[in-house]
């Protein structure tokens, strides 16, 4: 909302373990808001997500959720 809000861009960005004690950081092209309503949120959000889809996918071992996905 704030990038809408303000045109600015997302920067998204990822941490990767190569090895024990080796990390790569993973810097994407800036996504830019295409205005600022509720539907450029949601386009944003999208955009971000097929970037982060591609990540969890490929090294989903090194993702972690922090509330849980099903409920006990």
Request: charged fraction near 25%; avoid cysteine.
């Given at each position: 909302m704030f990038a809408c809000r303000f045109g600015a861009p997302v920067?998204?960005?990822v941490v990767?373990?190569?090895k024990p004690g080796v990390y790569r950081a993973?810097?994407?092209d800036p996504l830019w808001p295409s205005g600022r309503g509720p539907e450029a949120v949601k386009e944003l959000l999208e955009k971000l997500a097929l970037v982060l889809e591609k990540y969890i996918s490929r090294?989903?071992?090194q993702w972690?959720?922090?509330e849980p996905v099903w409920a006990d």
């Open positions: 920067i998204p960005g990767l373990k190569e993973v810097v994407g090294y989903g071992e972690y959720r922090f």
